[in-house]
């Protein structure tokens, strides 16, 4: 009994909420204040609430919580509040699966059907995904199945959802040749795991992960019942956002704090959780031989889960660290870096917008510094370099290329020394920067980075390199246009209403309209648009069907066009959308009833209104403005009348039979 009592009373001390800097003589005062300044600049900048921890060996030596969590309360975040970690969430994964790998229960080079028969795609390469690939994202898998992933209510068959959607999609590589970050490929890992280890996943991780890395305030989602949860409130309006469950559970559904991710980085590397054989095989460099086309190793020098084995910034400093990050949509943002053979780590987590990972190496970079292990940085001025001519076998890289963020247009200047890129806007493409031409056929694009290009297998690609480290990453690649005669009639000058958007789903507040067309500098592609997704071009299979063709494009989708009932209908993955001209005006006084097959219904306004409707039980209403970009979502603003403009769509999402009383007033 004694031994039970000191024990509790060594747990309640440890896990206490810690306001505090464990200081060695003033050693790490400069990196406190630096991490504080973090923090306080990232609360001013529009973020809810930070945590940031820092461990050194088995030692916390920071660990502090910045702004509110409940505003309305008053309450103020400390450090045992839980935030919503995202996708570094694949690290425990990973980290399960290599157990299991351990017990002899796994092997990372089977294939995944033999351990989930039910795990099937239209694409027949599918039979070869292994685990590794799962985990090393190099499955070939479009990326994520976003629909109903990221809610204001649990959904428990988000799960069974995708993998449905996964048995009508096809690969856009082979498998094991690229790795593109993907988040479904950690949905079926998390899948293979329930299935070999006989627990549900929160359950396994609970037992053999955050109980054995004394993590007290980490769970699969927010704790049930917990009041010390960040809430996430809009930067300009000063609206509390909803509460966001991740089902995305596997992939980015852990809730965590950052004390709590500390103590896991210091479970790895004292060796609780793995072997230490088992531990160099999650840390080595896993990206899949083809990740660069060039020669060298790529930026995304994943490992199995990580982000990156050895983070850039550090590496070219002879240390290796680990990175992950990760993000939601309300948002949550998350980094963790850990340095490995010094026993160190950095964890930042934000309710809000914040740029975490630059937060976190900052951080670490300081400590590294007060700890002697670096010398003091210093900074450095470099003017932006004067062009010289560019060699004339660059020149054959012109033309269209899909996407880095946008779908860019390539040209160059001879008289400037430049490459000219000019993205796509509506139909049309507009300059967006110029980069000097610095010799040897590279383009100067910042201090750290450099672009140049590279044609391999008669692809032709815009790489990225990492000034200092030499790593390169594909920034777009180049989209040959199609000569031959294709229908694109049933895509063409479209935009693309919401049928099937359900009313607890976060995620779709960040999708504007999608919208399909051609250009004439790409004859025989599909262009789609509207975000989350940049503008991606599409290859016709068919009059129906199209085909991706970026590999290196992550979360991509399978698109085609199919009738139901005589209406054309878009099917994008498990979305479904309608064609906008088919969309009624809406009329003053109007009833809006959601039909018994429960889709959405919409409707266009004519010219400017106030806009004011009753909402249902279960009822949402988004109103996109005439740029297809979300204007008002019921879920995050209040249900007030509100002026509508000329061109605008509205969507009313319900249960069946949901009826929405509607009034237009002139303005």
């Known amino acids: 009994m004694k031994k039970n009592i000191i024990f509790l009373i060594v747990c309640l001390f440890l896990f206490s909420g810690i306001n505090s800097f464990c200081k060695e003589e003033g050693k790490y005062d400069a990196t406190a204040k630096l991490a504080r300044m973090e923090a306080w600049k990232a609360i001013n900048n529009g973020a809810s609430s930070i945590t940031i921890a820092i461990i050194e060996d088995d030692k916390l030596l920071f660990a502090e919580a910045f702004g509110m969590i409940d505003r309305e309360k008053s309450i103020q975040a400390d450090t045992d509040t839980q935030f919503n970690i995202g996708s570094v969430s694949k690290v425990f994964t990973a980290c399960a699966a290599l157990q299991l790998c351990e017990q002899g229960k796994l092997n990372l080079d089977r294939p995944v059907a033999s351990y989930l028969p039910e795990f099937k795609m239209k694409d027949e390469r599918y039979k070869e995904i292994t685990l590794r690939m799962l985990l090393n994202h190099s499955s070939g898998m479009p990326g994520t199945n976003s629909k109903d992933g990221i809610t204001n ?11 449905s959607v996964l048995k009508n999609s096809y690969l856009k590589s082979k498998p094991g040749e690229i790795s593109v970050y993907c988040n479904d490929g950690f949905i079926v890992a ?7 280890s006989g627990l549900n996943f929160a359950n396994y991780l609970r037992k053999n992960i955050f109980d054995k890395a004394m993590m007290p305030n980490t769970s699969c989602g927010f704790k049930a019942g917990s ?16 509460v966001e469950y991740v089902n995305i559970l596997a992939s980015g559904g852990i809730s965590s704090s950052a004390v709590d991710l500390c103590y896991f980085a210091k479970a790895l590397y004292n060796n609780k959780l793995l072997k230490p054989e088992t531990m160099r095989e999650f840390t080595k460099n896993q990206a899949a031989r083809k990740t660069t086309p060039a020669e060298g190793t790529p930026g995304f020098n994943c490992g199995l889960g990580w982000d990156s084995v050895a983070l850039g910034q550090f590496y070219v400093q002879g240390i290796n660290v680990l990175d992950k990050s990760g993000g939601t949509s309300i948002p949550f943002n998350c980094e963790l870096n850990i340095a490995l053979d010094n026993k160190l780590a950095v964890a930042v987590i934000a309710a809000g917008d914040a740029n975490v990972a630059l937060m976190a190496s900052n951080i670490l970079q300081c400590l590294l510094e007060n700890k002697g292990v670096l010398p003091k940085h210093k900074e450095t ?16 890289y012109e033309g269209i290329y899909g996407p880095g963020k946008e779908l860019a247009k390539i040209t160059f200047n001879n008289e400037k020394n430049t490459l000219n890129i000019d993205v796509l806007s509506g139909r049309n493409f507009v300059r967006l920067k110029e980069f000097i031409h610095t010799g040897n056929g590279r383009f100067y694009f910042d201090n750290d980075n450099t672009l140049f290009f590279y044609e391999n297998n008669n692809n032709k690609y815009l790489m990225n390199e990492e000034s200092n480290s030499g790593r390169t990453d594909v920034a777009a690649e180049k989209v040959e246009a199609v000569r031959d005669k294709l229908d694109a009639s049933e895509y063409e000058k479209t935009t693309w209403i919401p049928r099937n958007y359900s009313a607890t789903d976060l995620f779709i507040h960040l999708f504007d309209l999608k919208k399909t067309f051609t250009i004439d500098e790409l004859p025989g592609r599909i262009i789609l648009t509207g975000s989350p997704f940049p503008a991606t071009p599409y290859a016709i299979a068919n009059k129906y069907t199209t085909q991706m063709i970026l590999p290196y494009l992550r979360d991509q989708v399978d698109m085609k066009i199919f009738y139901d009932k005589g209406e054309k209908i878009l099917q994008m993955d498990a979305f479904q959308y309608t064609a906008g001209t088919r969309v009624p005006f809406l009329h ?24 004011q409707s009753s909402l249902p039980e279960n009822g949402r209403i988004i109103i996109y403005s005439s740029d297809g970009k979300v204007s008002f979502d019921t879920l995050f603003n209040a249900n007030k009348k509100r002026l509508v403009k000329a061109g605008s769509y509205i969507l009313f999402i319900g249960d069946k039979g949901s009826l929405f009383k509607t009034t237009l007033q002139t303005i």
Not at 190 to 196: A, Q, S, Y
Not at 227 to 242: F, L, M, Q, S, W
């Open 153 to 163: 209510k649990k959904n428990p068959s988000y799960v069974a959802e995708t993998l």
């Open 190 to 196: 998390g899948t293979v795991i329930e299935r070999v």
């Open 227 to 242: 009041k010390n949860i960040a809430h996430v409130y809009d930067p300009k309006t000063g609206e509390a956002r909803p």
């Open 381 to 396: 001025f470099s003017p932006q370099p004067k062009g010289v001519p560019i060699p004339e076998r660059i020149l054959q």
């Open 588 to 611: 003053d006084n109007e009833c809006i009833t959601i039909g018994q097959e429960g889709y959405n219904t919409a409707r266009r306004i004519e010219s400017d209104n106030l806009f």
